[in-house]
């Protein structure tokens, strides 16, 4: 019987997904789920869910609950981290969101945003790790915290702890590239009862997958699709001749498709996201307007409507069906349990598997998982013009590793001072003010810096 343990369970999202999904594995229903999370409304919420949902449905998994991290990580066999540290708020709106025409607010993963959540995250998770080496120095640490490829590079080079980072960004942009195709998908059944949380897996689980096959590897992010076949056959062809067409309309991918365009390939995550890996898109506010780039904190108020549904529909005599979602975590499990193999996209040392990006680096590649654990695949060389803006992130990603494990404000500095958006909009004095003032801002989190 495995035991599963889940710290930051009052992240709902996450939570529901991974609960969900472990049991919908009859294999590992027998398995102890313990919740962790040291804030005690969130916490308790998603307990009475995973409960109720165990009840519902007469299966014999074990829920604890706990805000005590190490009494949960004694035995565990998977450890999943799904933390905030400081809520997901942080930077709104109390903190300056814009500097100087930079959007600190985007930060989840790259430029100033996602170095100071870098910050944040590292000396939790990497206290997590020294707890994971004495109570459970066997266990996967199964990491969805951003910024990943930051976050995975410091578990890499600072724990003993296997370790895997996820994201769904392949999942998710596989569907969108078969809408793209014009490919007709048959929507995943759901009970009519559920709610709009189960409807969205109808957008990201199709039995056309079967006729797709893709080759996707880089860095968090920023992967890229190096083969996308359909039935057999290079659909790339299909995809330039549609995006090239006036006709052709995608309100709100217009960057990924520019990309696309420009270095001939199409790259993982959402045109958002990407708008603020590179230094085209986001640096004067007609572009902003032309390209159509969101504000995110519409994803906060998402996020907050639906934790109100799930407290209402807790309340309710609603039955919470048991439907799989398109994340990598339980099929993890599944396969390490079972020996039954299966493929992922994740994040992990550069051990010479794409051989044109920087050894020791964080990359993002397919991995086969079976008994054994998880085994990433070889890729060799990146084409050049895709290595070349994966490096421009990676010089952040470690410099600011280093400088977060070092305590060093001078390497933070110098990290943001490259991030290729931040770049194209401050001047080397503009930037540094604007760290002294995120220092400032976020001081009670960056104890010991000098």
């Known amino acids: 019987m495995a035991k599963i343990v889940i710290i930051g369970a009052g992240s709902h999202v996450f939570s529901r997904h991974l609960i969900t999904d472990i049991l919908s594995y009859p294999e590992l229903r027998n398995s102890t789920i313990t919740l ?14 995973a409960l109720k949902l165990v009840k519902q449905h007469g299966f014999t998994t074990r829920i604890e609950s706990t805000s005590d991290r190490r009494k949960a990580l004694e035995g565990a066999n998977y450890v999943f981290v799904t933390i905030r540290v400081g809520g997901p708020q942080i930077l709104l709106p109390d903190s300056p969101t814009e500097f100087h025409g930079v959007e600190l607010s985007r930060g989840d993963t790259v430029g100033a945003g996602g170095v100071f959540l870098g910050l944040r995250h590292i000396p939790v998770i990497l206290d997590i790790c020294r707890d994971m080496e004495e109570l459970c120095p066997d266990a ?21 702890i296997k370790n895997v980072g996820l994201c769904h960004s392949v999942q998710h942009t596989t569907a969108e590239l078969l809408g793209y195709l014009g490919v007709p998908l048959k929507p995943v059944e759901v009970p009519e009862s559920a709610d709009a949380y189960y409807h969205q897996f109808q957008n990201q689980i199709h039995e056309e997958f079967n006729e797709l096959s893709c080759q996707v590897a880089g860095i968090n ?8 076949k359909w039935r057999g056959k290079d659909a790339y062809p299909i995809l330039k001749e549609r995006f090239n067409n006036p006709e052709f309309g995608v309100s709100s991918d217009v960057v990924r498709i520019e990309i696309f365009k420009a270095f001939g390939y199409f790259v993982t995550e959402s045109s958002w996201h ?9 640096k004067r506010p007609e572009l902003i307007k032309r390209y159509r780039l969101e504000d995110l904190r519409t994803g906060w108020k998402m996020r907050a409507q639906e934790d109100e549904d799930l407290k209402q529909q807790i309340n ?17 499990i599944y396969s390490i349990e079972t020996g039954k193999p299966s493929r992922i996209n994740a994040n992990v040392r550069n051990h010479d598997l794409i051989t044109n990006l920087p050894r020791g680096c964080c990359v993002e590649v397919p991995c086969l998982v079976d008994r054994e654990g998880i085994n990433p695949c070889y890729i060799g060389d990146l084409p050049p013009q895709l290595a070349a803006l994966n490096r421009t992130n990676i010089n952040v990603q470690e410099l600011a590793v280093r400088g977060i494990v070092e305590k060093d404000k001078m390497k933070i500095f110098q990290s943001i001072l490259l991030d290729p ?5 401050l001047t080397i004095a503009e930037t540094h003010r604007l760290v002294d003032e995120m220092f400032k801002t976020e001081k009670e989190y960056l104890i010991g810096f000098k």
């Open 140 to 160: 996967w640490l199964i990491n969805y915290s951003n910024p990943m490829a930051i976050n995975t590079w410091a578990i890499n080079d600072y724990s003993h």
């Open 421 to 425: 958006l931040t770049g194209a909009i």
């Open 221 to 228: 992010h920023m992967a890229w699709f190096l083969e996308f």
């Open 36 to 49: 962790v999370d040291i804030a005690e409304e969130p916490l308790s919420l998603i307990t009475v869910f």
């Open 316 to 332: 309710s005599n609603r039955e919470f069906p048991i439907i799989r979602s398109s994340e990598y975590g339980a099929s993890i």
């Open 274 to 282: 990407m708008a603020s890996y590179v230094p085209y898109f986001k």
